[in-house]
């Protein structure tokens, strides 16, 4: 029996996790090292980053504009155009009630209307980072606590969907929550499609890393 056949079929390995071992645990995220059983009953070890979930806002006015925010963003040295954000970083804490607090907090805003836009698998191959973009409207605004740190520099910045859409294209808009969120309003929109109501279930959601924290007081 050659290899390939002891491997099975394409697609139905299971890649069982050996052993797992944390290196480093910060304040947002935690790298593992994790021994993997690969195909053809080799190991590997993977590197992986532990996150917390994130939630993000594609808010529209009543003029149809998204409200953006230009952040200072410092990995990278530069400002971006992105969507209200934030981490899910409080134990049992609702991803609805948290995207609630994320616009107000960023752009002073309330919204009435609330769905489930899109969720995304931030970068799979070495974090389990994941985030849920809701769609909100219906905007009023509300009491917004004082900033602190980069979101004391927090300019907001309000454009039409298809000038958005354009940025995102043309490389303007670059951060990839708002990519994917202003790309999914897009095409949710030219094919008449249903969004999902705002307490979807969200099976991606990351718990490890804040449950971990938790465990340890």
């Known amino acids: 029996m050659n290899d390939h056949a002891a491997q099975g079929a394409p697609g139905t390995h299971e890649f069982k996790t050996l052993s797992s071992r944390v290196v480093y645990s910060g304040a947002i995220l935690a790298l593992r090292l994790d021994q993997v059983e690969m195909p053809g009953g080799r190991t590997a070890e993977r590197e ?3 996150h917390h ?3 993000a806002v594609v808010a529209l006015d ?3 504009e998204v409200v953006l925010i230009d952040q200072y963003r410092h990995p990278i040295g530069r400002r971006l155009l992105e969507l209200p954000a934030g981490l899910l970083d409080e134990p049992g804490e609702d991803p609805l009630d948290a995207a609630r607090r994320e ?4 752009t002073g805003l309330a919204a009435r209307n609330w769905s489930v ?12 980072e994941a985030l849920r973009v809701y769609l909100a409207d219906g905007l009023t605004e509300t009491e917004r606590p004082e900033p602190e740190l980069e ?4 300019r907001i910045v309000r454009m039409p969907v298809e000038q958005a859409v354009r940025a995102a294209l043309s490389g303007e808009i670059v951060n990839a929550t708002a990519v994917a ?3 999914a309003l897009s095409a949710a929109r030219a094919n008449d499609l249903p969004l999902r109501p705002a307490d979807a279930p969200w099976p991606g959601k990351p718990t490890r890393f804040l449950d971990r924290k938790a465990a340890q007081g």
Do not use: N, Q, W
């Open 48 to 50: 992986v980053i532990e």
């Open 53 to 55: 979930g994130a939630v």
């Open 62 to 64: 009543e003029r149809d």
């Open 103 to 106: 616009l107000a907090e960023e």
């Open 117 to 128: 836009l899109v969720d995304v698998a931030l970068s799979p191959g070495f974090t389990d």
């Open 151 to 154: 979101e004391a520099d927090i």
């Open 181 to 183: 969120g202003i790309l």
